[in-house]
């Protein structure tokens, strides 16, 4: 049941290290690489928004623990309700998050270097309805 939950999250950087599953909740525990957080968090506010309006819901948050004497944590994902039902529309909604942003050009990064503009070389032509002229 939580196979294929599990494998659509991985496509989301997610590496599940634990799991407990019942008819009506799964819960997860797992890592995500820090070189994903970015991405990471973005699919999580994303499938948040989406389960305030589903008859499921979904719970994303850090979980901390010991490990000999050190502080650490991983993601912990629960998710309640009919899963019987809603769990085929659940690995839906995690796999269309993984779909890449289009960014406006207004939001591209701008690069490190503020200058990086005028090394462009710019090409310009004129448009008449017809074949491009040189």
Same mark, same amino acid.
């Given at each position: #049941?939580?196979? =294929? ?5 991985? *496509?989301? !950087?997610?590496? +599940?290290? =634990? ?5 009506? $909740? ?18 999580? +506010?994303?499938?948040? $928004? ?6 499921? /819901? ?9 490990? !000999? &004497? ?5 993601? $912990?994902?629960?998710?309640? !309700?009919? *899963?019987?039902?809603?769990?085929? =529309? ?13 960014? &406006? ?18 090409? /310009?032509?004129?448009? &008449?309805? !017809?074949? #491009?002229?040189?």
């Amino acid at each position: #049941m939580t196979t =294929d939950l599990k494998n659509a999250l991985k *496509l989301l !950087g997610f590496q +599940t290290k =634990d799991e407990n599953a019942t008819k009506e $909740r799964i819960r997860l525990i797992g890592s995500v690489a820090l070189e994903e957080t970015t991405f990471w968090l973005q699919k999580v +506010t994303q499938l948040l $928004r989406l389960a305030a309006d589903e008859s499921w /819901s979904l719970d994303i948050s850090k979980y901390y623990f010991l490990r !000999g &004497d050190a502080l650490i944590f991983g993601w $912990r994902i629960i998710v309640q !309700g009919n *899963l019987e039902k809603d769990l085929p =529309d659940i690995i839906q909604a995690v796999i269309n998050s993984r779909t890449v942003q289009i960014y &406006d050009q207004a939001e591209i990064p701008v690069q490190s270097n503020p200058n990086w503009y005028k090394n462009v070389r710019t090409v /310009s032509a004129k448009f &008449d309805n !017809g074949p #491009m002229k040189t």
